[in-house]
């Protein structure tokens, strides 16, 4: 039962610090104590911290390297683009229209993951890598071409054509213009949307781990023959962390691309999941609150740094080469702790032994 | 270990000429492996294996280093595919089961070099060999719905009787890694025990653990037996154990069974005796 409170009470932190997140920047916007590219950046920053959540699932919980992370935040944020649009008549309620795309943006990456997770996921380690890579590039690729448009006879899907060749019939409206991506999209996406998104996403991904199935995900990263030899089946844990992992990404893909009246394919390429990566490995394999912190961080700080111009991403790679060196100094380490241990108050620390040892 | 308190089980054959402990005679083997054998690609690494194992023996499989001891475990949990012959798990043949099937089919296993989930805690080790018997979906444990409490409950409960066998409930929160290494020999056991085998294999259960460590070892694998009812393997190179708990043992060398009998027998056999320790020079 310890245990348990203890899994318990680091959901509760986690969950609060991104709340107090949320009210503090709340109250900074109602008293206008927030720059507007800072305030333009916030459905962005929420979307990254979904997809760093999301990918730590695959590269810190499974243990497995994917490098095609955007993609699937390309499926969700073209489907679900493409699913608001189409609604528009249907369900003329904003709110409940943005839930709906996301939904549907979510759902679909989550296929585009199980399909893609099929072949894949029977390979290992830098092969597995190099292929969800390729994966991720085909998934730009195919959106480039692909050309939908929408009239009243429903959706109407072309590929490596050109708009013109959708037939569409008055009034009728192109979706997808192939390379020119989505243009002129009504921005639905708030910061509260954000918020939730996030907090649904802490929900699905640190309630999974704490239960039968994420032991099992995280029993196949630790020993995936001592995991075969007790009876979980290898493919269906690692589809089930892909997918989920793939389907939330869906979902940040549909909150993100709703908050820009245009987007295009190339925008999820491969330097987006190197981003998320990024933020992962930074934030701690398999650490979750870490990667909201260095989502976070780490898009807020080109726009800190834009004072310094042309220099300005020379700055964020040196800065993010010192963050990666002092979170991996064991003296830094060593130094944090007993610094925590010393000012909490005893009854807040882990458990008995940690005292001794501290 | 007194060797003397202990009798030695009278060995009989039962239908295909094995031999198993006389009280498990009525009842069906356990495992019977029939010719068994596997070639890594011309190269011959156990053949002609036959053995029999009661429902509730004790068996030993010795040998000198590189004998098949380990090839023979891995060929019962079908981590290989054997390429000849037939392995029996409680009447029912074997062939084409993967290892997840074999294990739900009653085989469970510890490994030589040991195979835990390091960063997580003990009693998520137990619990994970426990998964198969805990049955509820991915959308219960994310939705936290009745099915996760009931199931988590139960699966605490099990963990923690589990880990009493070897009195290690006050371990249940450390990591498994940060076990010395006696304790996490006995965790893999535990975590063996969790998914509710017929018939349990030991890869050097007491490979380094000191002569009391090992002494406690032996006096716990005869209580699982005899609590559990369940058959069990061990592959040992400590003597002292193998001849104190085995009913039966077999002998292998360069992949072949050179003898098979009761300790007593297998302690004079010529031929095991050249085995380990050479042939004695003519004149």
């Known amino acids: 039962m310890k245990i348990m409170r203890k899994a318990s009470r680091s959901k509760v932190i986690t969950y609060g610090l991104v709340a107090i997140a949320f009210i503090i920047v709340q109250l900074l916007i109602s008293s206008g104590n927030i720059s507007s590219s800072l305030q333009g950046q916030l459905v962005p920053i929420c979307a990254y911290v979904v997809m760093a959540v999301s990918l730590n699932l695959t590269v810190g919980v499974l243990g497995e390297l994917s490098l095609g992370h955007a993609g699937f935040m390309s499926v969700g944020a073209f489907t679900g683009v493409v699913a608001c649009i189409s609604l528009e008549s249907i369900i003329p309620f904003t709110i409940l229209r943005l839930t709906v795309s996301i939904i549907i943006g979510a759902f679909s990456a989550g296929v585009a993951g199980t399909l893609i997770g099929i072949p894949v996921l029977r390979l290992e380690g830098d092969y597995l890598a190099i292929v969800t890579l390729a994966f991720g590039e085909i998934i730009k690729n195919i959106t480039n071409c692909l050309y939908v448009g929408v009239d009243k006879a429903g959706l109407h899907v072309n590929f490596l054509t050109d708009a013109t060749s959708l037939n569409l019939s008055e009034g009728g409206r192109v979706i997808i213009d192939g390379p020119m991506g989505i243009s002129g999209i009504t921005k639905l996406s708030t910061f509260a949307m954000g918020f939730a998104l996030i907090m649904v996403t802490l929900f699905i991904v640190l309630n999974l781990i704490d239960s039968r199935s994420g032991r099992a995900i995280m029993a196949l990263r630790d020993n995936r023959i001592a995991a075969e030899s007790v009876g979980i089946h290898v493919t269906k844990y690692k589809l089930m962390a892909f997918a989920t992992s793939a389907a939330l990404a869906g979902a940040a893909g549909a909150l993100y691309a709703m908050n820009y009246s245009t987007i295009i394919a190339s925008k999820f390429g491969f330097n987006t999941s190197i981003l998320i990566l990024v933020f992962v490995v930074l934030g701690g394999l398999g650490n979750i609150r870490g990667s909201i912190i260095a989502a976070t961080v780490l898009t807020i700080l080109p726009e800190m740094l834009r004072q310094f111009n042309n220099y300005r991403m020379v700055i964020y790679a040196i800065v993010l080469v010192l963050i990666m060196l002092a979170t991996n100094d064991d003296n830094l380490k060593g130094f944090l702790s007993n610094l925590r241990n010393r000012l909490l108050p005893s009854n807040l620390r882990k458990g008995k032994k940690g005292a001794e040892n501290g | ?283």
């Open chain 2, 1 to 283: 270990m007194d060797k003397a308190k202990r009798p030695e089980t009278k060995m009989v054959p039962v239908p295909s000429t094995n031999l198993v402990p006389e009280r498990d005679v009525d009842k069906l083997p356990v495992l019977e492996a029939r010719n068994l054998g596997i070639e890594f690609g011309g190269l011959t690494a156990l053949a002609g294996f036959n053995m029999a194992i009661g429902r509730t023996e004790i068996a030993g499989l010795i040998g000198p280093n590189g004998a098949g001891k380990t090839t023979v475990f891995n060929l019962l949990t079908k981590v290989y595919q054997p390429t000849h012959g037939t392995i029996l798990l409680d009447g029912r043949d074997t062939n084409n089961m993967t290892t997840v099937q074999i294990n739900k089919a009653g085989i469970a296993r510890t490994f030589q070099n040991i195979r835990l989930f390091s960063n997580l805690s003990v009693e998520d080790n137990v619990k994970l060999g426990l998964h198969n018997n805990i049955n509820y979906g991915m959308w219960n444990g994310i939705l936290r719905l009745p099915a996760y409490w009931k199931g988590e409950r139960r699966a605490h409960e099990q963990a923690m009787e589990l880990l009493s066998i070897f009195d290690m409930q006050d371990l249940a929160g450390n990591r498994a890694g940060s076990l010395p290494y006696g304790a996490q020999r006995r965790l893999e056991i535990v975590r063996a025990l969790a998914t509710k085998p017929l018939l349990l294999l030991l890869d050097e259960p007491a490979a380094g653990m000191n002569p009391s460590e090992t002494a406690e070892l032996m006096e716990n694998i005869v209580k699982i037996r005899d609590t559990l009812q369940i058959a069990i393997i061990l592959i040992e190179h400590d003597m002292n154990l193998v001849m104190g708990i085995c009913e039966g043992i077999c002998v292998l060398n360069f992949g072949k069974i050179i003898a098979k009998g009761t300790p007593r027998e297998i302690r004079n056999n010529p031929q095991v005796i050249e085995a380990y320790l050479g042939k004695k020079k003519e004149g």
